[in-house]
């Protein structure tokens, strides 16, 4: 599955955790790890240009962040990000340099990229959003089975892999669009610059340079 590994889906120059991807084939292996990742980087940070906020908190100096918002570590918020009112972010989050975390959104067990926008009424867990990509208002990635089973990731010719993880969100390329309203089901993986649209409900791979509409149905190559 060439398109779902993380030399196709991601430019890691364009993420403050590149070294959490080292030594791995798919993003989701860095789930498990982006806690105790963030741990240690955190203190090795430009004090410069970020200040620590708490317990495992780092927030660089130009980011913008709303009284409102609830930043709960381990977490990092990147140069010129913006985390607006109500945000509520539970832990284990990298935010990139001029991310938009919108009102009432909600992160948890998370890399943004740089230039990531989830600005309106997002839930995004267990998951990886790729350079540029953007969620439209509503659209969340849903990380846990209805029957509580591990993850399988599918592609659409039928090949599978077993990632072991029983939460697991979404892998978003750089440059995806997603759509108000839809919802990326446990194990979706967006390859990069394909565009799902609103009220869509999404599972398994979406090639690269696809446009998504419904469930199983790509309707033509961008």
Known sequence: MEQAKIK?????????????????????EVLPEISEFIKKLGPTLDPEKFEKRGEDVWVAKSAKVFDSAYLNGPLIIDEDAEVRQCAFVRGSAIVGKNCVVGNSTELKNVVLF??????????????????????????????????KTLVVVKSRDGEEIETGLKKFGAMLGDNVEVG???????GTVVCPRSNIYPLSPVRGVVEADSIFKSQDNIVKKN
Do not use: R
């Open 8 to 28: 196709s889906m991601y430019n890691l120059n364009e993420t403050i955790a590149a070294d959490l991807f080292q030594g791995k084939d798919y993003p989701w």
């Open 114 to 147: 740089n230039n990531v926008q989830v600005p309106h009424y997002n839930y995004v867990g267990d998951s990886v959003l790729g350079y540029k990509s953007h969620m439209g208002a509503g659209s969340i990635t849903s990380n846990v089975k209805s029957d």
């Open 180 to 186: 108000c309203n839809s919802v990326l089901n446990p």
